[in-house]
């Protein structure tokens, strides 16, 4: 059996518009196959497409049997998320679930 991966963090961009989302996707394809820990701390705006790529990367991990979760989310993160209709409350990280 290979040996486990370690976790890496991914900081997510102030802004992930539409332009961003196929660097977003090109960066976490780069980081599959270890645990994932997201820093959304500094993200100011998201845009749907980006939501999409972070959820389906979710998904991905979950089916390799690896963690995804957001270590850290700014306010304007987490409200963009609820405002769109994606819950992440499963995916945060229990330091700062409420």
Do not use: C, P, Y
């Amino acid at each position: 059996m290979a040996a486990r991966k370690t976790g890496k963090t991914l900081n997510l961009s102030a802004v992930l518009d539409l332009n961003e989302a196929t660097a977003l996707r090109d960066k976490l394809a780069s980081l599959r196959g270890a645990d994932l820990a997201i820093d959304a701390s500094a993200v100011e705006r998201i845009g749907a497409l980006s939501a999409q790529v972070l959820m389906a990367a979710a998904k991905t991990w979950d089916q390799d049997k690896f963690a995804f979760s957001f270590s850290k989310v700014s306010d304007a993160f987490q409200k963009t998320m609820q405002l769109i209709g994606v819950d992440i409350h499963h995916l945060l990280a229990k330091e700062i679930r409420q």
